[in-house]
């Protein structure tokens, strides 16, 4: 039988949601992703249906914040600064890394700007399409 804990600590590392910002920050975003999807079939108390849906508001809002501040920092380091200098050299194994690394980090700046915890990298670009705004190319 799965309890609370047990479900939790198998998504998230932690036996409870996170409540501080560093539990927060402990926890992988592909893993709150996981967390929140799928359905449940089966809660006769509501309290763990209570517990996802504490868990879909999406991180604290200054978390949030600072974690899109830095998805965007990286973004601008790995795309418009580094990309063109690797590619100028002619280095374009560490050009093309680096450009994946950039739409990596400009994905996860839409799925926090519509607080929506990312999947993981294999979904990540799949599942923007699922986003609001976010129209397919």
Same mark, same amino acid.
């Given at each position: ?6 479900? #939790? ?5 932690l036996d409870h949601?996170? $409540? ?6 402990y926890v992988e ?11 449940? #079939? ?6 763990f249906s209570a517990?996802?849906? $504490? ?14 501040? $830095?998805? #965007?920092?990286? #973004?601008? $380091? ?60």
């Open positions: 039988m799965t309890t609370y804990a047990s479900y #939790f600590e198998r998504i998230l590392g949601l996170p $409540q501080t910002e560093a539990e927060w920050i975003e592909y893993a709150l992703r996981a967390a929140v999807s799928g359905e449940i #079939f089966h809660d006769p108390t509501g309290r517990m996802l849906e $504490q868990l879909k508001k999406h991180y604290p809002k200054e978390l949030c914040e600072r974690k899109k501040m $830095q998805e #965007f920092a990286l #973004f601008e $380091q790995c795309g418009p600064y580094n990309y063109p200098r690797m590619a100028g050299r002619g280095d374009m194994a560490a050009a093309n890394l680096l450009l994946a690394e950039a739409v990596e980090h400009a994905a996860k700046v839409l799925y926090l700007s519509r607080k929506t915890y990312a999947p993981h990298k294999k979904w990540l670009i799949r599942g923007l399409e699922e986003l609001s705004g976010c129209e397919k190319a």
